[in-house]
Protein backbone atom coordinates (compact mmCIF):
# COMPACT_ATOMS: atom_id res chain seq x y z
CA UNK A 1 0.00 0.00 0.00
CA UNK A 2 1.12 3.38 -1.36
CA UNK A 3 1.91 6.10 2.24
CA UNK A 4 0.07 9.30 2.21
CA UNK A 5 2.19 12.02 2.68
CA UNK A 6 2.20 15.52 3.48
CA UNK A 7 4.82 18.11 4.09
CA UNK A 8 3.01 21.05 6.39
CA UNK A 9 5.26 24.07 4.83
CA UNK A 10 5.32 27.39 3.51
CA UNK A 11 7.00 29.05 0.51
CA UNK A 12 9.13 31.42 2.48
CA UNK A 13 10.79 28.02 4.84
CA UNK A 14 14.49 26.65 3.27
CA UNK A 15 14.24 23.60 5.15
CA UNK A 16 11.06 23.30 3.80
CA UNK A 17 12.10 23.20 0.01
CA UNK A 18 15.22 20.90 1.32
CA UNK A 19 12.59 18.29 2.31
CA UNK A 20 10.63 18.72 -0.34
CA UNK A 21 14.17 18.46 -2.59
CA UNK A 22 14.73 15.11 -0.85
CA UNK A 23 11.19 13.46 -1.67
CA UNK A 24 11.18 15.10 -5.61
CA UNK A 25 15.40 13.50 -5.55
CA UNK A 26 13.36 10.20 -5.09
CA UNK A 27 10.13 10.41 -6.43
CA UNK A 28 8.30 10.21 -3.55
CA UNK A 29 4.84 11.62 -4.20
CA UNK A 30 3.04 14.22 -1.69
CA UNK A 31 0.63 16.80 -1.38
CA UNK A 32 1.76 19.94 0.33
CA UNK A 33 -0.20 22.34 2.77
CA UNK A 34 0.32 25.65 3.61
CA UNK A 35 -2.91 26.71 5.38
CA UNK A 36 -1.64 28.08 8.60
CA UNK A 37 -5.11 27.74 9.89
CA UNK A 38 -5.04 24.10 9.48
CA UNK A 39 -1.75 24.08 10.89
CA UNK A 40 -2.66 25.16 13.85
CA UNK A 41 -5.61 23.73 14.66
CA UNK A 42 -3.08 20.60 14.43
CA UNK A 43 -0.39 22.17 17.08
CA UNK A 44 2.02 22.24 14.53
CA UNK A 45 4.35 25.07 15.93
CA UNK A 46 7.45 24.75 13.68
CA UNK A 47 8.08 23.59 9.60
CA UNK A 48 8.39 21.53 8.34
CA UNK A 49 6.18 18.79 9.28
CA UNK A 50 6.29 15.66 7.16
CA UNK A 51 2.50 13.39 7.87
CA UNK A 52 2.82 9.76 6.89
CA UNK A 53 -0.44 8.18 7.06
CA UNK A 54 -1.68 10.71 9.62
CA UNK A 55 0.99 10.02 11.67
CA UNK A 56 3.76 13.69 12.16
CA UNK A 57 7.68 13.96 11.56
CA UNK A 58 9.79 16.72 12.44
CA UNK A 59 12.46 17.64 9.64
CA UNK A 60 15.02 15.89 10.94
CA UNK A 61 13.03 12.81 11.71
CA UNK A 62 11.69 13.21 8.01
CA UNK A 63 15.38 13.42 6.16
CA UNK A 64 15.63 10.59 8.14
CA UNK A 65 13.02 8.33 7.13
CA UNK A 66 13.55 9.28 3.19
CA UNK A 67 17.16 8.50 3.48
CA UNK A 68 16.83 5.02 5.12
CA UNK A 69 14.08 4.77 2.15
CA UNK A 70 11.45 3.91 4.50
CA UNK A 71 8.46 6.29 2.24
CA UNK A 72 6.77 4.40 -0.56
Known sequence: MK???KVY???TCGMCTMLKRELNNRS???TV???TDEMAK???TSLPVL???GELFSFKDALRKIKQGELN
Request: charged share 15%; hydrophobic share 40%; proline share 6%.
Open 3 to 5: DSI
Open 9 to 11: SLP
Open 28 to 30: IVY
Open 33 to 35: CED
Open 42 to 44: MNI
Open 51 to 53: SVN
